[in-house]
């Protein structure tokens, strides 16, 4: 009877030969291993020797040079230090910054330069964070609030011997989405009239509807009176609005009565006219200088006499 009749025959051979594959694989495996490991003590035997080593990073600072209601500029400070004994090159830096998981701008940096042999160096990453794009993305964050955000950071440096690195790094922080005040002339008291020239003082209201103080140092304006303007000026002054506040303050004005018309004399006889204002405030914040604008159309207001009461209009 042949073999190939016997079932335990053809059995024993298959197993057989499978065990001799196994068996040649292991051999070819641990081979494969020993070359591996070889390579690997070699490179770790002449990083020793020459004194390669990984680099370092980490986030040092945050700027803000500019901001405004339209958008954010923010500086990321990263010190990169290299332990080597000759220049690594920073190939390329990847950057994300989010807000509660949420995606607000990422990018990407290409050659971002070298940094020197057992040197350190701060590399720059500067970041815009523009506020229209991400109100209209995310309902829910509003004019005037502050988000926290995350800023993930991945350089990717070439070190001889040790290769492509990548070196992860993250900062927390937070960030204002400003919004402009909400200014109001309560009334106008005049202190010297003439047809030539009268002197007045614009009692404005100034609401803050950030979530964070204002520190003012600097408003400048223009008024109207029935659209037209009864002068400019600019006021220094240190006047602090407080967050989610009103505040109040005077400011001085000058213009020539005999230019205005009815609309002079219908505030005399308290008939009221329309006025509109508009200027910026420069503010200092926790964030940073901001200048804002500051802009009220369409209110109507009165003259008062310098002795009449200071109350409310």
């Known amino acids: 009877m042949a073999s190939s009749d016997n079932p335990e025959v053809v059995e024993r051979e298959v197993k057989e030969k499978k065990h001799k594959d196994e068996e040649k694989n292991e051999e070819k495996g641990g081979f494969l291993d020993k070359v591996k ?39 990321f400070d ?19 910054i989010e807000s509660d998981g949420r995606k607000l701008v990422s990018g990407l940096i290409p050659d971002a330069g070298t940094i020197h042999a057992h040197g350190s160096e701060t590399v720059k990453i500067p970041v815009v964070l ?12 509003k004019p005037g609030s502050i988000i926290p955000y995350r800023v993930k950071v991945d350089l990717i440096v070439d070190v001889p011997i040790i290769g492509r690195l990548t070196i992860p790094l993250e900062k927390k922080g937070e960030i204002p989405v400003p919004y402009k005040p909400d200014v109001d002339v309560e009334k106008i008291h005049f202190e010297k009239f003439s047809f030539e020239e ?9 609401e803050n509807k950030n979530d964070f103080d204002l520190a003012l140092n600097k408003l400048d ?30 400011i001085p004005i000058a213009f020539r009565p005999k230019d205005f018309g009815s609309a002079l004399w219908d ?31 369409g209110g109507t207001t009165r003259l008062k006499k310098g002795e009449d009461d200071d109350g409310e209009d």
Request: hydrophobic share 40%; charged share 25%; aromatic share 8%.
């Open 78 to 96: 990263v010190l990169v230090s290299n332990p080597n004994p000759i220049p690594i090159p920073l190939i390329d830096i990847n950057y994300l």
């Open 267 to 297: 505030m005399i006889r308290g008939r009221g006219t329309g006025y509109s204002i508009k200027g910026n405030i420069d503010v200092d914040t926790p964030f940073g200088a901001m200048k804002l604008p500051i802009t009220k159309e």
């Open 37 to 75: 490991d070889f390579i690997q003590d070699i490179g770790e035997k002449i990083e020793e020797a020459i004194g390669f080593g990984k680099p370092t990073a980490d986030v040092k600072g945050v700027h803000i040079p500019s901001i405004n209601l339209h958008k954010a500029e923010i500086v």
């Open 198 to 206: 009268t002197i007045a003082t614009l009692h404005l209201k100034l």
């Open 221 to 250: 304006y223009e008024i109207w009176l029935s659209e037209m303007s009864i002068g400019s000026a600019e006021l220094n002054d240190s006047t602090k609005f407080e967050k989610n506040g009103i505040s109040k303050m005077q």
């Open 130 to 141: 523009i506020y229209d794009d991400i109100k209209n993305t995310y309902d829910d964050i």
